[in-house]
Nanobody, 124 residues
Framework: QVQLVESGGGLVQAGDSLRLSCAAS????????MGWFRQTPGKEREFVAA????????LYTDSVKGRFTISSDNAKNTVYLQMNTLKPEDTAVYYC?????????????????WGQGKQGTVSS
């Protein structure tokens, strides 16, 4: 069956960095747009970043542009989220997502597959 297994995350101070990884199995990685979403208690899951099937196109929500970088290694079926200059408002559970959508734009919080979620906490 399809699995998206996340690793990384943790507790850091404001200004520090974290790196999340998501290893996919049970699917043909090149057929999926991969992305990261995040969610805080009482709020809806929100889009953070996405990367196209080829790994050449990327998209970010405005609040993380210039600080976060999404990348993928198709040989390892893995997608990464490098998070730099972290702020307390970046504190959330981060979810990896895989979807057979045609485009990376307009990706609302719906996906064919989700990871289990990884907590990232930024203290001030």
């Amino acid at each position: 069956q399809v699995q998206l297994v996340e690793s990384g995350g943790g507790l850091v101070q404001a200004g520090d960095s974290l790196r999340l990884s998501c290893a996919a199995s049970g699917l043909t990685f090149n057929n999926y747009v991969m992305g990261w979403f995040r969610q805080t208690p009482g709020k809806e899951r929100e889009f953070v970043a996405a990367i196209g099937r080829s790994g050449r196109s990327t998209l970010y929500t405005d609040s993380v542009k210039g600080r976060f970088t999404i990348s993928s290694d198709n040989a390892k079926n893995t997608v990464y989220l490098q998070m730099n200059t972290l702020k307390p408002e970046d504190t959330a559970v981060y979810y990896c997502a895989a979807d057979r959508r045609p485009y990376i734009v307009g990706w609302a919080a719906r996906a064919d597959y989700w990871g289990q979620g990884k907590q990232g906490t930024v203290s001030s």
